[in-house]
């Protein structure tokens, strides 16, 4: 069982930066790799960055791909996900999902946080 737990959301202005934070307790962190998806209401999830296990792989949704960095700190437990120059069409739900081992999907892992809320105005 692996544990997620969101941190960093809030709302800032177009053109500006955040960054996410996920903690995770459970498992080994270092055996798994790890994702970022989000959700804006009423439209599907999705994909936003993924990283392995080692920090050594990352991979990146269109929409975000030059403005977002997916980061790991396996001594920290945690996972990050900076998000820069920010548009409104970036509003949504960010989750933290843990994959069941090394490398990551763009479906999905085994676990996934509660989510933290982002909201970009314009």
């Known amino acids: 069982q692996v544990q997620l737990v969101e941190s960093g959301g809030g709302l800032v202005q177009a053109g500006g930066s955040l960054r996410l934070s996920c903690a995770a307790s459970?498992?080994?962190?270092?055996?798994?790799?790890m994702g970022w998806f989000r959700q804006a209401p009423g439209k599907e999830r999705e994909f936003v960055a993924a990283i392995t296990w080692s920090g050594g792989g990352t991979y990146y949704g269109h929409s975000v791909k030059g403005r977002f960095t997916i980061s790991r700190d396996n001594a920290k437990n945690t996972v990050y996900l900076q998000m820069n120059s920010l548009r409104p069409e970036d509003t949504a739900v960010y989750y933290c999902?843990?994959?069941?081992?090394?490398?990551?999907?763009?479906?999905?892992?085994?676990?996934w946080g509660q989510g933290t809320q982002v909201t970009v105005s314009s």
């Open positions: 999902t843990a994959f069941s081992g090394r490398y990551f999907n763009t479906e999905g892992g085994a676990y």
């Open positions: 459970g498992r080994t962190f270092s055996s798994y790799a």
